[in-house]
C-alpha cells in the first residue's frame, strides 16, 4: 500500500473526508458570523448558543410534538432566525453606534444564558437524536465507509453557503445590502428601508447557526455545550478568512476543516490547538486574514 | 506599673494552663472548631461532568447530612456549602484554600475530575484537613501522590479497568485499540487497562489521544476501526464517551469490534438509550436496581433530583454519612483523630457492603461488571443493566502489594 509519511494513503484519504465535514460546520458557522459583522459590525457571540438552540428545536420538535427531520430542517432555523430578530430588535440596534466591545458583551452574555436554561433544564449529558431513515446505512467509497449522513452534511453545507454567497455578491438585493453596510445615509436616501435590511440580514445569520445545529443533531449527542465547543475554533475561522469576507469564510472553513482532520492522524494531541497555531501565524502575516481588505 | 504589668504577665501564663486543665477535667467533651462540622463540596456544576457529579452530589451530601441530623442528633451543628471548580486546577485549589482559611471548612467532597483532585489533595494535606474524594478516577490519588489526609472511595481506574479488561479479554478480545483522553485521568485508565489486557495475555496494538471535549471523534474512531484491533476501550469520560459510542455506531465500528466505554455510568446509558448501547459492557460502583437498600435509597434521591443516582451520588452520601460518624466517634473535627477513625470503622450502608479504608486510604468495597440490556429486557424507565459479575473488592481495587504510597509501610 502506498503511504505518505508513514501513513497508508486510504487512512489519509478517509481523514481528508472528514476533515471535509467538520470544515463543512466551520464553513457555516463562520459565514453566519461573516455576515453579520459584515453588515451590523457585531461580534454575534450567540452564535454557539444558537446553532445549540437550532439542535434542540430539532429534538423538541421530534420528543414534544413528532414533527420529523426533514421539516425541522426548515423550521427550527426559522424559529432561530425569528429569536435572532427579537434580539436585535429590542437590544442589539442600541449598540451599532458603539464600540465593538458592547455587542460582544451583550452576545455572550446571552449566548451564558441561553447555555445556562439549557443546562438547568436537560442537564449537560444530551438527548439522543437519531439519524433519519433515509441516512441509515453508509456509501463504500473504496478507501473507507462514508455514512450517508456524513455526506449529506458536506452536500446541505455547500448548497447553503453557494447559496447565501450568490444571493449578497451577485443579486439585486445583495447589492442593496452591500451598498446599506457601505453607507447606510445615501442608501437610505435612495428609498431603501436600511433597519430592516439589518434586521433581516441579523436573522438570517442566525437562521444558519439554527440550520447548523439541525444539521448537526443526528451526529452528535444534542447537548447545552455542543455550541461552546465548537464556537472559538469558529471564531479562530473568521479571523483567519478575514473578518466580514463571505467567500473568505466559507473556503477557510472547509480549509482548516481538512488541515484539523490531518492533524488528528499525524499527532492528534494538537488538533485542539493547530487551528490556532495557523490563526497566530497568519495575524503576523496578514493583519486582515487570508481574504480580508485592509480598511 | 509594674504592678499592673505582673498582673497581665500572670494572667498570661494562667489562661493557658486554665484551658488546659479545663481539657483534662472533661475527656469526653466534643470538640469541634466553632461547634459546627463544615462540609464543602467541590464539584463540576456546568461543564462536561456536571450530571455524573454536580447539583446530584450537592443534593446526596445534603441528604446524608439531614439523615444523620435526623437519626443521631449530634451535639454539633452540620452545614454544607458547594462551588463550580470549572474542572480547572487552579480554581479548585483557590477554593479549597478559601474554604479551608476563612470558611473553617472540615471535609472536602467529590472533586471529580482528576487533575482537580490531585491539585486540592495537595492543597488538602497542607493545611491538615480531610478530602474524600468520590469523584475522581486517578490511582494517583492513594499511589505516588497518597497523603495522610486523602480518602478514595467510590473507584478508580484500576477497579475500572480491571473488570473489562479482564473479562473482555478472556472472552477472546485479546487486541485492544485505545481512545484516550488527553490529562491525568486517561493516561491512568489506559495504563491500568493495558496492565489488565497484558496480565490476561491479551496485547495493545494503538492508541490515540484526543482532546478533553472534542467536538467530533469520527475521525479518532476511523484510526480505531483501521488498527482491526477487536476491541476498541474508551478511556474517556462524560460528554466525550457519549459523543464516541454515537460516532461508533454510525460508523458501523459495533459490527466488527466490541465497544468498551472504561469509564460508563448510568448517566451516559440514559443519554444514549438502550437501542446504541445494548450489549456494552463496563464496570460500575453502584446500581440503583440491586436490592431493597440501593432501591428504597435510590428512589429517595429520585424524589428529589429527577434522575437515578451515579455511582458518584450514592458513593458521595456515602461518604459524608461514615465522615459525620467518624467524627462523632473521634469525638473531634481535627482531621488526624477523624481519619483514624475512619481507618478504623467498617462502612456498611446502601452504597457499601464491609467498606474499608486502608492505609493508603483506598476504600475498599465491591464493584459490579455490568452488561446493558437489550430494549425489549428492560421493564422499566431507568432498568438499565444486567449484572454479569460482583467483583469483590480484595479483586476489585489494587493490591496493597503493588502499592507506590510511601505511606504504606512494607
Known sequence: MTEIFGIPIQALMGQLTLGLVSGSFYAMLSLGLAVIFGMLNIINFTHGALYMLGAFLAWMGMDYLQIGYWPALLLSPLVVGVFGIVVERSMLQWLYKLDHLYGLLLTFGLALMLEGLFTNAYGVSGQPYSIPEEFMGAFNLGFMFLPKYRAWIIVASLLVCFATWFVIEKTRLGANLRAATENPKLTQAFGINVPLMVMLTYGFGCALAGFAGVLAAPAIQVSPLMGSNLIIVVFAVVVIGGMGSILGSILTGLGLGVIEGLTKVFYPEASATVVFIIMAIVLMIRPAGLFGKEK | ?410
Request: charged fraction near 20%; aromatic fraction near 8%; include cysteine.
Open chain 2, 1 to 410: 506599673m509594674q504592678r499592673k504589668l505582673l498582673s497581665i504577665a500572670l494572667a498570661a501564663l494562667l489562661i493557658p494552663a486554665a484551658n488546659f486543665a479545663y481539657a483534662q477535667a472533661k475527656p469526653a467533651a466534643m470538640k469541634i472548631s466553632g461547634d459546627t462540622v463544615k462540609i464543602g463540596v467541590l464539584t463540576d456544576m456546568s461543564g462536561v461532568y456536571s450530571d455524573l457529579g454536580g447539583q446530584g452530589s450537592v443534593t446526596a451530601a445534603q441528604m446524608a447530612i439531614d439523615d444523620y441530623v435526623a437519626q443521631y442528633k449530634p451535639k454539633f451543628k452540620v452545614e454544607m456549602v458547594y462551588a463550580d471548580h470549572q474542572n480547572k486546577a487552579d480554581v479548585g485549589s483557590n477554593k479549597a484554600r478559601e474554604w479551608y482559611d476563612t470558611q473553617g471548612v472540615d471535609m472536602i467532597t467529590d472533586v471529580l475530575n482528576s487533575g482537580v483532585a490531585l491539585a486540592v489533595a495537595k492543597v488538602t494535606q497542607e493545611k491538615n484537613r480531610i478530602m474524600i474524594n468520590t469523584g475522581a478516577a486517578s490511582t494517583r490519588l492513594t499511589n505516588e501522590d497518597c497523603s495522610p489526609n486523602t480518602v478514595h472511595y467510590v473507584y478508580d481506574t484500576y477497579a475500572l479497568a480491571n473488570g473489562p479488561g479482564k473479562a473482555v479479554t478472556k472472552a477472546g478480545g485479546d487486541t485492544w485499540f485505545f481512545l484516550t483522553a488527553d490529562y491525568a485521568f486517561g493516561a491512568s485508565l489506559e495504563k491500568d487497562t493495558t496492565d489488565a489486557v497484558k496480565a490476561n495475555g491479551g496485547k495493545v496494538i494503538g492508541s490515540v489521544k484526543h482532546p478533553l471535549n472534542a467536538s467530533d471523534f469520527s475521525s479518532f474512531l476511523l484510526q480505531a476501526q483501521a488498527s482491526k484491533a477487536k476491541v476498541v476501550g474508551l478511556a474517556n469520560a462524560g460528554g466525550d464517551t457519549i459523543n464516541s459510542i454515537k460516532a461508533a455506531n454510525e460508523f458501523g465500528l459495533t459490527k466488527n469490534q466490541t465497544i468498551v466505554g472504561l469509564l460508563t455510568t448510568i448517566i451516559d446509558i440514559h443519554a444514549l438509550g438502550l437501542p446504541t448501547t445494548q450489549g456494552m459492557m463496563f464496570t460500575e460502583g453502584y446500581y440503583w436496581n440491586l436490592n431493597d437498600d440501593t432501591r428504597a435509597w435510590s428512589r429517595k434521591f429520585f424524589a428529589k433530583h429527577k434522575k437515578m443516582p451515579s455511582m458518584l451520588h450514592a458513593g458521595t452520601y456515602s461518604a459524608v454519612t461514615t465522615y459525620l460518624k467518624a467524627v462523632q466517634a473521634a469525638g473531634t473535627d481535627e482531621a488526624g483523630p477523624v481519619m483514624k477513625k475512619l481507618k478504623e470503622l467498617p462502612i456498611n450502608d446502601s452504597f457499601a457492603k464491609n467498606g474499608k479504608i486502608r492505609a493508603d486510604g483506598r476504600m475498599v468495597h465491591d464493584m459490579y461488571l455490568v452488561q446493558v440490556k437489550k430494549p425489549a429486557e428492560s421493564k422499566e424507565p431507568w432498568d438499565y443493566y444486567n449484572i454479569k459479575a460482583v467483583i469483590p473488592g480484595d479483586e476489585a481495587f489494587q493490591p496493597m502489594a503493588l502499592s507506590r504510597c510511601p505511606l504504606v509501610k512494607k
